[in-house]
């Protein structure tokens, strides 16, 4: 590997007009550029003569290895009869430590937890985003190779490479964050990387009680529902929090149970112990090697999974899902992008003719009510807030048509003086018919929570969503 490459930049001064500001950059840029040289001169000595344990914990490595590195900073100090504050020799020790074991200039980035978003550039315009806002920082790169080098460790690990044949690649580091690389020819102004880091705490069920998202009544009746392995669909919009509420609902999924997930990119961060954690992938640049959804539903029956987490069923995968879910795999969940409980059937029909079995409507939808048992129906109001509108339960058939039931309804009663919403979560008054196969895992709702004392709907009020 090459290591010798890195320092700061010396043409962003070009751009400053005023001499005294000119004057203090070229010294800020002068010292900069003083810290790096050492930090890279001691990096190349230091690569060479490492010695450490590999049996040692990363901890005693990373100290043995600061130690060698300041043992080396001192003696180029000595050697060129230059010195340094203890606060820049601790600096460049840091410059040649991010190297070694992290991202080079951009580790300290990555560790800023108020750092969702992290841009490069090419190499001497790194961006990060805090709290919604875009900001420039002053790490740079010292030239292409450094920038070339830094992507060459976020990828080879995943044995990805980027090059003029593939110039654009997804790729992900340990902690989970999202990286894309895009390099020239397709990007002009050089290699760019853009990192969206892991949300490090997701919503929990308390969280989207306390929005209003839902009731305490709706999250005991959900979470009895996961246990006792009803399968669900979660319909509902883009942006709508279909995929922060199957993530919630994950949640319930007892500890012990062996759970796969299959998303296109990982967004669920489930907690339990025993999680697989599949991702798709989409072909390459000669268009081979893609690995669809389906593909990974299908592998995983052969992973003796408890649950599958399907992230969103879009297409043909959604036969092998609602197979999967009438043969054994009950409590399985997924969502889909429907706009109610009603659509959200309709659109699995069409996905499941996708899948070029030739079945006939009536038996499609024999799968899809045999298979599922509930929707929950999430929508984004018009005050911004996100509410489960519907529960609804897949009661059968009648004739040709699937038959489905409303359990809980979201009744929107009016608005307050500054456009929020105000209503409430309600039963309908039905006792829905999965409640047997609830009481088989243990977990008894009372009858009384699906009892309604309340009118269903605020005729009163224009419904103005
Ligand atoms: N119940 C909720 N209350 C408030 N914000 C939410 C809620 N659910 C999701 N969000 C936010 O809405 C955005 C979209 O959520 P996401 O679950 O990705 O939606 P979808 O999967 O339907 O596209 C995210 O920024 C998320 O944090
Ligand atoms: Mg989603």
Redesign the pocket.
Same mark, same amino acid.
């Given at each position: 590997m090459n290591y010798t490459t890195y320092g700061p930049n010396t043409n962003m001064m070009n751009s400053v007009r005023e001499e005294e500001k000119e004057a203090r950059t070229e010294s800020v840029s002068k010292k900069k550029k003083e810290l790096a040289d050492i930090a890279n001169e001691a990096l190349n000595m230091v690569i060479d003569e490492i010695d450490v344990s590999p049996l040692e914990s990363e901890l005693i490595q990373k100290k043995e290895v600061l130690d060698q590195v300041n043992e080396v900073i001192s003696k180029i100090l000595s050697d060129t009869k230059r010195n340094l504050s203890p606060g820049d020799k601790k600096n460049v020790a840091n410059m040649v430590m991010d190297e070694i074991f992290g991202y080079g200039p951009i580790t300290s980035l990555l560790d800023d937890t108020s750092v969702t978003e992290i841009m490069v550039n090419g190499t001497d315009h790194i961006y990060v985003e805090r709290k919604g806002k875009i900001e420039r920082t002053d790490n740079t790169f010292m030239d292409v190779k450094h920038v070339y080098h830094l992507i060459d460790k976020i990828i080879a690990p995943l044995g990805r490479r980027v090059d003029e044949s593939s110039p654009m690649v997804d790729a992900r580091l340990p902690d989970g964050s999202r990286v894309n690389i895009i390099i020239p020819p397709l990007a002009i102004k050089g290699p760019t990387i853009t990192i969206r880091k892991f949300a490090a705490d997701p919503?929990t069920i308390e969280d989207?009680i306390t929005?209003g &998202?839902l009731s305490t009544d709706i999250a005991k009746l959900l979470k009895a529902c996961v246990k006792g392995r009803v399968n669900i669909i979660v319909s +509902?919009? &883009? +942006?709508? +929090?279909?995929?922060?509420?199957l993530n919630v609902l994950s949640g319930f999924i007892p500890n012990n149970e062996r759970i796969v997930t299959i998303e296109d990119a990982a967004?669920l961060q489930l907690k339990q112990e025993h999680v697989v954690t599949l991702e798709s992938r989409p072909s390459n640049i000669e268009g081979k090697g893609r690995i669809t959804i389906r593909d990974l539903v299908v592998n995983s029956l052969r992973m003796r999974p408890d649950r599958i987490i399907v992230g969103e069923v879009r297409s043909e995968e959604a036969l092998d899902m609602l197979q999967a879910m009438n043969t054994g795999h009950d409590g399985s969940i997924t &969502?889909i992008h429907a706009n109610s409980p009603r659509d959200s059937l309709s659109r699995l029909e069409t996905m499941v003719m996708m899948s070029g079995m030739e079945l006939p409507s009536r038996a499609i939808r024999e799968q899809i009510s045999s298979a599922l048992n509930l929707i929950v129906h999430?929508a984004r109001y018009s005050d911004g &807030?996100?509410k489960v509108s519907k529960i609804t339960e897949i009661v059968g058939m009648e004739e040709d048509t699937i038959t489905l039931q409303d359990i809980y309804l979201f009744r929107h009663d009016g608005f307050d003086e500054r456009g929020g919403i105000i209503g409430k979560h309600i039963p309908t008054g039905i006792v829905p018919i999965f409640l047997d196969k609830i009481k088989e895992h243990g977990d008894s709702i009372p009858v009384s929570v699906f009892k309604n004392g309340e009118s269903l709907s605020e005729n009163s009020v224009r419904r103005r969503f």
């Amino acid at each position: 590997m090459n290591y010798t490459t890195y320092g700061p930049n010396t043409n962003m001064m070009n751009s400053v007009r005023e001499e005294e500001k000119e004057a203090r950059t070229e010294s800020v840029s002068k010292k900069k550029k003083e810290l790096a040289d050492i930090a890279n001169e001691a990096l190349n000595m230091v690569i060479d003569e490492i010695d450490v344990s590999p049996l040692e914990s990363e901890l005693i490595q990373k100290k043995e290895v600061l130690d060698q590195v300041n043992e080396v900073i001192s003696k180029i100090l000595s050697d060129t009869k230059r010195n340094l504050s203890p606060g820049d020799k601790k600096n460049v020790a840091n410059m040649v430590m991010d190297e070694i074991f992290g991202y080079g200039p951009i580790t300290s980035l990555l560790d800023d937890t108020s750092v969702t978003e992290i841009m490069v550039n090419g190499t001497d315009h790194i961006y990060v985003e805090r709290k919604g806002k875009i900001e420039r920082t002053d790490n740079t790169f010292m030239d292409v190779k450094h920038v070339y080098h830094l992507i060459d460790k976020i990828i080879a690990p995943l044995g990805r490479r980027v090059d003029e044949s593939s110039p654009m690649v997804d790729a992900r580091l340990p902690d989970g964050s999202r990286v894309n690389i895009i390099i020239p020819p397709l990007a002009i102004k050089g290699p760019t990387i853009t990192i969206r880091k892991f949300a490090a705490d997701p919503y929990t069920i308390e969280d989207l009680i306390t929005f209003g &998202t839902l009731s305490t009544d709706i999250a005991k009746l959900l979470k009895a529902c996961v246990k006792g392995r009803v399968n669900i669909i979660v319909s +509902g919009g &883009t +942006g709508s +929090g279909k995929t922060t509420f199957l993530n919630v609902l994950s949640g319930f999924i007892p500890n012990n149970e062996r759970i796969v997930t299959i998303e296109d990119a990982a967004e669920l961060q489930l907690k339990q112990e025993h999680v697989v954690t599949l991702e798709s992938r989409p072909s390459n640049i000669e268009g081979k090697g893609r690995i669809t959804i389906r593909d990974l539903v299908v592998n995983s029956l052969r992973m003796r999974p408890d649950r599958i987490i399907v992230g969103e069923v879009r297409s043909e995968e959604a036969l092998d899902m609602l197979q999967a879910m009438n043969t054994g795999h009950d409590g399985s969940i997924t &969502t889909i992008h429907a706009n109610s409980p009603r659509d959200s059937l309709s659109r699995l029909e069409t996905m499941v003719m996708m899948s070029g079995m030739e079945l006939p409507s009536r038996a499609i939808r024999e799968q899809i009510s045999s298979a599922l048992n509930l929707i929950v129906h999430v929508a984004r109001y018009s005050d911004g &807030t996100r509410k489960v509108s519907k529960i609804t339960e897949i009661v059968g058939m009648e004739e040709d048509t699937i038959t489905l039931q409303d359990i809980y309804l979201f009744r929107h009663d009016g608005f307050d003086e500054r456009g929020g919403i105000i209503g409430k979560h309600i039963p309908t008054g039905i006792v829905p018919i999965f409640l047997d196969k609830i009481k088989e895992h243990g977990d008894s709702i009372p009858v009384s929570v699906f009892k309604n004392g309340e009118s269903l709907s605020e005729n009163s009020v224009r419904r103005r969503f």
